[in-house]
């Protein structure tokens, strides 16, 4: 906080105390009114045991204590007098104003904008007791302590406090931990997940940011925090100071812990999620697009037309925890220098995932639409085939659930699609939007790649075997490619998909270590910019009023809702019925109507309904019966392949 005179806080006070007395009065004219009582200059109110206002005096003394301890006596000239002791941080009404603060930072009113509310309030609510400057009401950082370091300027927020404020505001949930020694032996465990990512400011310039985020696995409400933010015009020039204040704070909590309401906790990193350029950033390994780019095995590239691409052949050695910290492989790694890393109780290897959303989507799916509508013949499409595609998608916009945020897109507008538009084609939509458009071999093969990410989407547990097959699948789809399509597909991405299944049998599914979450929260961050200037520092500000009000979450990941409106009412029940709610009783009971006949989708890898994907049809409309909320399982996506029958698709981790 900036100092402040004598002169100031005393003429700050007074104004507060006037406002003070203003209010008093007509509270006291109020009362005297309401009990039909004479307020002449000898009438006295009191408002409680301790305070008393008194009109027998000339002169009034006001005796306050400020936050910093010192005591400061005004004395003004009133018709009232009184000894009266007020807490600055009291006056006004707080729960109003904490409303009105909560509202500007929830909607990222600017202080402008602000300023001015606030000028009509107080001409509104003059006894209310809101500020004039919306720094006050909003508790914004005056002073802010920004470092220089090699290539810009950086600012740590910090892990601790963020872990405290999460420990202090919900109750942890158990989730399932991968099964790696760092874990062992731990109380109290509770795991991180870490983010690592380049944001652009503009296109107009080179500012970005390059904010270290996390996420704790055991919060109800999954919310991302910052722990680190750089800035400046290309990203850290040096991995130890833009890490080092990270990895000196996580050192420290893993040697002590985090303490709370006489509980210590063991925090550790679950796994740190970034794309392939980041990841070779923060481990210190060749890049993703050099010779030894792979980031799982020693295996040599082969540069062709401008490009490093992986022969299928028999796979090489794979790397290790242990290889990768003892140098096994040198060719692999930049230099002699470690990673900051390295010193945490962290796996380079297996805590250091591929990323899916990168990896699959907007790589290897990406590329695949990309040669099916630009690419030579004989992959592309005719005109005609890609606009049916589009077509058939937009036909879909219908139904898709709420879950998904963003609906199918054409195929015009392929270069534009996000990744969750990626994933909606991918997992859910294509099998249908490409049945008998792709020739009959390219089909069954987009098939193996749809079938085999659908399967390392679902939470399977201790199910290996369906691990295993997602694995044989993949090999499959990648021996293929050359076959199919062309040698220069075998790029990074592609060959890194072979070692897609390794990670998720140490932390799960795919949603477990992909970047979705990091990535929303850069729009949040990049929301927080208001001026051209001092970018580092807004953010900064921005942050410490979300965090000096506490705002609370309202909605839990794992809270589930429940609809009889379309499209968002196909489910399946817990005997395997696929069903539509009609109409809900109770809160808890409904009215639903089931599809008589299921079948299996053609050309899939495997039996379509051991993954509880059908062909259904004749929905029994005047057979309706009732059903709990306790016997639904999963929600589906319905899509239309004819006038009654429609392809059903079970949601991924609903």
Same mark, same amino acid.
């Given at each position: 906080?900036?100092?402040?005179?004598?002169?100031?806080?005393?003429?700050?006070?007074?104004?507060?105390?006037?406002?003070?007395?203003?209010?008093?009065?007509?509270?006291?004219?109020?009362?005297?009114?309401?009990?039909?009582?004479?307020?002449?200059?000898?009438?006295?109110? =009191?408002?409680?045991?301790?305070? &008393? !206002?008194?009109?027998?005096? +000339?002169? *009034?003394?006001? #005796?306050?204590?400020? /936050?910093?301890?010192?005591?400061?006596?005004?004395?003004?000239?009133?018709?009232?007098?009184?000894?009266?002791?007020?807490?600055?941080?009291?006056?006004?009404?707080?729960?109003?104003?904490?409303?009105?603060?909560?509202?500007?930072?929830?909607?990222?009113?600017?202080?402008?904008?602000?300023?001015?509310?606030?000028?009509?309030?107080?001409?509104?609510?003059?006894?209310?007791?809101?500020?004039?400057?919306?720094?006050?009401?909003?508790?914004?950082?005056?002073?802010?302590?920004?470092?220089?370091?090699?290539?810009?300027?950086?600012?740590?927020?910090?892990?601790?406090?963020?872990?405290?404020?999460?420990?202090?505001?919900?109750?942890?949930?158990?989730?399932?931990?991968?099964?790696?020694?760092?874990?062992? =032996?731990?109380?109290?465990?509770? &795991? !991180?997940?870490?983010?690592? +990512?380049? *944001?652009?400011? #503009?296109?107009?310039? /080179?500012?970005?940011?390059?904010?270290?985020?996390?996420?704790?696995?055991?919060?109800?409400?999954?919310?991302?925090?910052?722990?680190?933010?750089?800035?400046?015009?290309?990203?850290?020039?040096?991995?130890?100071?833009?890490?080092?204040?990270?990895?000196?704070?996580?050192?420290?909590?893993?040697?002590?812990?985090?303490?709370?309401?006489?509980?210590?906790?063991?925090?550790?990193?679950?796994?740190?999620?970034?794309?392939?350029?980041?990841?070779?950033?923060?481990?210190?390994?060749?890049?993703?697009?050099?010779?030894?780019g792979c980031e799982k095995c020693y295996r040599r590239g082969t540069y062709k037309n401008?490009?490093?691409?992986?022969?299928?052949?028999?796979?090489?050695?794979?790397?290790?925890?242990?290889?990768?910290?003892?140098?096994?492989?040198?060719?692999?790694?930049?230099?002699?220098?470690?990673?900051?890393?390295?010193?945490?109780?962290?796996?380079?290897?297996?805590?250091?995932?591929?990323?899916?959303?990168?990896?699959?989507?907007?790589?290897?799916?990406?590329?695949?639409?990309?040669?099916?509508?630009?690419?030579?013949?004989?992959?592309?499409?005719?005109?005609?085939?890609?606009?049916?595609?589009?077509?058939?998608?937009?036909?879909?916009?219908?139904?898709?659930?709420?879950?998904?945020?963003?609906?199918?897109?054409?195929?015009?507008?392929?270069?534009?699609?996000?990744?969750?538009?990626?994933?909606?084609?991918?997992?859910?939509?294509?099998?249908?939007?490409?049945?008998?458009?792709?020739?009959?071999?390219?089909?069954?093969?987009?098939?193996?790649?749809?079938?085999?990410?659908?399967?390392?989407?679902?939470?399977?547990?201790?199910?290996?075997?369906?691990?295993?097959?997602?694995?044989?699948?993949?090999?499959?789809?990648?021996?293929?490619?050359?076959?199919?399509?062309?040698?220069?597909?075998?790029?990074?991405?592609?060959?890194?998909?072979?070692?897609?299944?390794?990670?998720?049998?140490?932390?799960?599914?795919?949603?477990?270590?992909?970047?979705?979450?990091?990535?929303?929260?850069?729009?949040?961050?990049?929301?927080?910019?208001?001026?051209?200037?001092?970018?580092?520092?807004?953010?900064?500000?921005?942050?410490?009023?979300?965090?000096?009000?506490?705002?609370?979450?309202?909605?839990?990941?794992?809270?589930?809702?429940?609809?009889?409106?379309?499209?968002?009412?196909?489910?399946?029940?817990?005997?395997?019925?696929?069903?539509?709610?009609?109409?809900?009783?109770?809160?808890?009971?409904?009215?639903?109507?089931?599809?008589?006949?299921?079948?299996?989708?053609?050309?899939?890898?495997?039996?379509?309904?051991?993954?509880?994907?059908?062909?259904?049809?004749?929905?029994?409309?005047?057979?309706?019966?009732?059903?709990?909320?306790?016997?639904?399982?999963?929600?589906?996506?319905?899509?239309?392949?004819s006038e009654k029958k429609y392809f059903c698709v079970p949601m991924c981790n609903y």
């Amino acid at each position: 906080m900036l100092l402040t005179s004598p002169r100031t806080r005393r003429r700050r006070v007074r104004i507060q105390v006037q406002e003070t007395l203003k209010r008093i009065r007509a509270e006291r004219e109020q009362l005297c009114s309401s009990s039909q009582l004479s307020c002449d200059e000898n009438s006295t109110v =009191n408002r409680n045991p301790k305070e &008393t !206002l008194a009109d027998t005096t +000339d002169n *009034l003394f006001v #005796s306050l204590d400020l /936050n910093n301890g010192n005591a400061v006596d005004i004395e003004l000239q009133n018709n009232e007098s009184e000894l009266l002791h007020i807490d600055c941080t009291e006056v006004g009404n707080i729960t109003r104003r904490e409303e009105l603060a909560s509202w500007a930072v929830t909607h990222n009113i600017p202080h402008n904008a602000l300023s001015s509310l606030l000028q009509l309030t107080r001409k509104w609510l003059p006894h209310e007791g809101f500020p004039k400057d919306p720094r006050t009401l909003l508790k914004t950082e005056r002073l802010i302590e920004i470092s220089l370091i090699e290539g810009g300027s950086f600012y740590h927020f910090g892990v601790s406090t963020q872990i405290l404020k999460i420990l202090r505001d919900v109750e942890l949930i158990n989730v399932r931990l991968p099964h790696l020694e760092v874990f062992q =032996n731990q109380p109290n465990l509770i &795991t !991180l997940k870490i983010g690592v +990512d380049g *944001l652009p400011i #503009s296109r107009s310039s /080179n500012l970005q940011f390059w904010p270290l985020l996390g996420k704790l696995d055991q919060d109800p409400y999954s919310r991302v925090f910052i722990i680190s933010i750089f800035y400046g015009t290309t990203k850290p020039q040096n991995l130890n100071s833009y890490l080092g204040s990270f990895v000196e704070e996580m050192m420290e909590i893993e040697k002590v812990g985090i303490v709370f309401n006489n509980i210590t906790y063991s925090l550790r990193i679950r796994c740190i999620v970034a794309d392939a350029p980041a990841r070779s950033f923060i481990k210190r390994i060749k890049s993703h697009n050099g010779y030894y780019g792979c980031e799982k095995c020693y295996r040599r590239g082969t540069y062709k037309n401008s490009r490093i691409i992986y022969p299928v052949k028999a796979p090489g050695d794979e790397y290790s925890d242990q290889s990768f910290k003892e140098r096994w492989y040198e060719a692999h790694h930049k230099d002699i220098s470690t990673s900051p890393l390295e010193s945490l109780s962290l796996g380079m290897i297996s805590q250091i995932p591929l990323d899916y959303m990168h990896l699959c989507l907007l790589g290897t799916m990406k590329k695949l639409l990309l040669v099916w509508t630009e690419g030579k013949r004989p992959y592309k499409l005719s005109n005609g085939q890609q606009n049916l595609v589009s077509k058939r998608l937009k036909s879909y916009r219908v139904h898709i659930p709420q879950e998904f945020a963003r609906k199918c897109r054409g195929m015009n507008e392929l270069k534009h699609w996000k990744a969750t538009e990626l994933r909606l084609f991918l997992i859910y939509v294509g099998p249908v939007a490409l049945r008998k458009i792709l020739d009959q071999r390219r089909y069954e093969h987009f098939l193996c790649y749809h079938t085999a990410i659908y399967i390392l989407s679902l939470d399977l547990g201790d199910k290996k075997e369906w691990i295993n097959f997602a694995q044989c699948l993949i090999d499959k789809f990648v021996t293929q490619i050359p076959i199919l399509y062309y040698k220069e597909l075998l790029v990074y991405n592609m060959h890194s998909l072979t070692h897609l299944c390794a990670d998720v049998k140490v932390h799960g599914s795919l949603d477990n270590f992909s970047a979705f979450e990091f990535e929303n929260y850069m729009q949040t961050l990049k929301r927080m910019l208001r001026s051209k200037s001092c970018h580092l520092s807004q953010v900064v500000r921005r942050v410490g009023e979300a965090e000096a009000l506490r705002l609370k979450e309202t909605v839990s990941k794992n809270q589930k809702l429940i609809s009889v409106s379309k499209p968002n009412n196909c489910y399946v029940d817990n005997d395997g019925r696929i069903i539509v709610l009609e109409k809900q009783l109770t809160e808890t009971v409904f009215v639903a109507n089931r599809f008589r006949t299921k079948c299996n989708m053609e050309s899939y890898p495997c039996e379509s309904h051991k993954l509880g994907i059908h062909v259904v049809s004749d929905l029994t409309e005047t057979d309706s019966f009732e059903i709990c909320k306790s016997q639904i399982s999963k929600k589906c996506l319905l899509l239309p392949l004819s006038e009654k029958k429609y392809f059903c698709v079970p949601m991924c981790n609903y």
